[in-house]
């Protein structure tokens, strides 16, 4: 008789799990790819004695979309919509690190203003993906009241999106060369009132979780990694400075004039579930310093690269002169060329590096895109910070780690 | 000399001429390998003080089909203390797709290699888990393979499954 798929599954795992379990001593338990706490479609093959997990296996790819193979057959403007679709609570930041890449690779100036934007922008994304990171972890752990509260100013910044590129979600918004419109008008003071707003609502969320021991005792010393392990396996933004270790790229190789505001790299010290923790929330307090710094010397001028080989003219243009009718039908049909060569990317995702590497062959699409994603990286650590562990707190470790399968498979 | 020249200086110095070529774009530095010097370099970038690149960021590969050779694994080292990308990069012919795994330097390069062996069919020597990561484990082919269609594929209904699939000849390769 042909096995059945589940033991195929597990036969072709043999060599992952202890010899125990062959023996029949510990249990063999399938958790996901529909399971509530793994945060999309990832799945777990637990190796368990009684409640401890003794081996965890993620077993992901259920999210692969073949991002990377879609977009080199578009031009490099088309598969700028790719990236909204990767890390669905990074899209502007998706947005963001593609199109650098982009302009480093057809050496494009961004003026100063689009600059600023970019950073306001991403930087909201942050406090929007670090509130659903907050919202579901807390509810892993059974706080559900944290969860409603995160929601609620989340939809707040999702507005502010909505307001800028008619999308909650799927921006697109940020183009190479700058950006897709100016902002439109009542966007800064909408800004002003949410960041007048959220400091409050942070420390609202602290005073539930900070110092409550069903919270404490659920995170802490729960899925350790000291800070050589974390480098060793590349792990990268929050998770490699809840150990200690304040590598920040907005820091270390600033983009987009990040070098132009003050802000602090919040660490840890244990390395803990509960230090990354605590490490996310001063996170938040640094994106609203920042954003009230780019927004308190917002550059005026124009929004976008004025350069027409790569960035189409106005539509006033249009009416009066040959040549931007020219630039226009060039770059909406045919798109822009780039070099051959190749570059690497990387930006500070609320998650960690993300980093892109893509190759020009001289033609108008890119030859190869590679997303070098923290959600990848950070999954891969899972089996060493759940080893131990008991199965209700790996809920929690995979919460902590902050993973977003569209991220992590692409 | 900046950092990043002095390490590939030193590299150079020490692996001769199995290193053909070091290219410079956009301000970024990559160091051609021959793939039988690659673990030995990246131990050497990771264990020497002097360069201390002690994370792999990113390890991916290209397909320039019908070019040779045809592969190029992709390594992008970071170093903390000095703040400075290195890339390195491997050509591997396509007649021999096989280079060695460096998860013993780096451990992480565990996943990214799986990926890069699941999408282009390149192999690791030397891998402890060498199995197929995004696409299913019964999946034939390699997706990013620049010989390997996207999309226009006929749908396969029950019917019609065995006569299509006799048609696919990437997938049988």
Redesign the interface.
Known sequence: MPPTSMEV?VD?LK??VSPRALAGDTMLLNMGPQHPSTHGVLRLLLELDGEVVVTCIPD??FL?T?I???M??KTYTQALVMTDRMDYLNNLGNNLTYCLAVE??V?LDVPPRAQAVRVILTELQRISSHLVWLATHALDLAAMSVFLYCFRERELILDLFEMVSGQRMMTSYIRPGGLWRDLPPGFEDAVRRFLKAFPARIAEYESMLTKNPLFVDRTRRIGVISAEDA????L?GPMLRGSG?G?DFRK??PYSGYEQYEFDVPTGTHGDTYDRYLVRMAELYQSVRIIQQALDRLPGGPFISSNRKFVPPPRSELGHSMEAVIHHFKLWTEGFPAPK????V?TESPRG?L?C?L?GDGGPKP??V?F?TPS??H???LPRLSKGHFVADLVGIIGSADIVLGDA?? | MSHVEYAAAMLREKFGDRIPAVEEFRGQTTVVIDRGAIRAACQLLHDDPRLSFDLLAALTAVDYWPEEPRFSIVYQLYSLQHNIFLGLRVPLLSSSPEVASIESVYPNANWHEREVFDMFGVTFGGHSDPRRILMPADWVGHPLRKDYPLGYEEVQFTFNAAEIDRRKAYAKE
């Open positions: 599954t072709e060599h992952l992901i790819g692969h073949g990377e193979k879609n080199e057959v480093k690779l050496e480098l060793r396996w590349g990268t270790i590598l270390a190789q060569g190749a570059v690497y990387a590096e980093g590497y190759v030859y190869r590679h070098r990848f990286a999954l891969q650590v498979d692409r």
